[in-house]
């Protein structure tokens, strides 16, 4: 099947600095990416989808100068939280699906932590 | 706009024991319907999808899942459950056609007691 691998798996931060989350897909050409968040015991969000060339859309209550979103190529997305804080600390999945594919691919997740 | 209900947020079931999670939908179309696994601290894993068809589908390490039109459910099932079971299951759905925004609920964490 489809792989989707996210890097890094875990980053910690201090608050204030920018940190950027890779996601890539190995073996198919993801024309999608989407960007989820996931708060402790919670369900995933959706924060915006992107399509390769394009400007990402984001859904309403995302920052979108907060977290940037570049989708550079058919196998790489990528999610720079800006000026981190605290409260951005949370399990960030993204997921690839290429072009005429219903389904979803998913990555293993980013744990972000801002101290 | 579509939403997914997943009425229980924890169940504990005996190993060997049959399993169902229940999942309820709105859409005002017909929908795609999925289910997912999440281990603790990893991403998801399709279990099965339901597009068109039988209804009855079939999906990977033994489960099932039934789509019900009248009564917008989507419910999955697995006859006896095993250890490795344990984990967050989330039932999501998607517009059909693309299914490009997924709309997930809010999780069922199964327990499995030896």
């Known amino acids: 099947g489809a792989v989707v691998s996210q890097h890094p798996s875990r980053v910690i931060c201090k608050s204030g600095t920018s940190v950027k989350i890779e996601c890539r897909s190995l073996d198919f050409q993801a024309t999608t990416m989407f960007w989820y968040r996931q708060f402790p015991k919670k369900s995933l969000m959706l924060m915006a989808t992107s399509n390769e060339g394009s400007k990402a859309t984001y859904e309403q209550g995302v920052e979108k100068d907060k977290f940037l979103i570049n989708h550079a190529s058919l196998t790489l997305s990528t999610l720079t939280v800006t000026s981190a804080h605290p409260e951005d600390s949370s399990f960030y999945i993204c997921s690839s699906k290429d072009r005429g594919n219903y389904e979803q691919y998913f990555g293993p997740g980013t744990r972000l932590t801002v101290t | ?114």
């Open chain 2, 1 to 114: 706009a579509q939403s997914v209900t997943q009425p229980d947020i924890h169940i504990t079931v005996s190993e060997g024991a049959s399993l169902e999670l229940r999942c309820n939908y709105s859409y005002g179309a017909t929908p795609y319907l999925f289910w997912y696994v999440q281990s603790p601290g990893q991403g998801l894993q399709l279990l099965l999808k339901y597009f068109s068809g039988d209804t009855l589908v079939q999906g990977i390490k033994g489960f099932e899942a039934e789509f019900k039109r009248s009564q917008s459910s989507f419910n999955l099932r697995k006859p006896s459950v095993h250890w490795s079971d344990a984990a967050e299951y989330f039932c999501a759905v998607g517009a059909a056609g693309t299914a490009s925004k997924l709309t997930f609920g809010t999780g069922t964490r199964l327990q499995v007691t030896l």
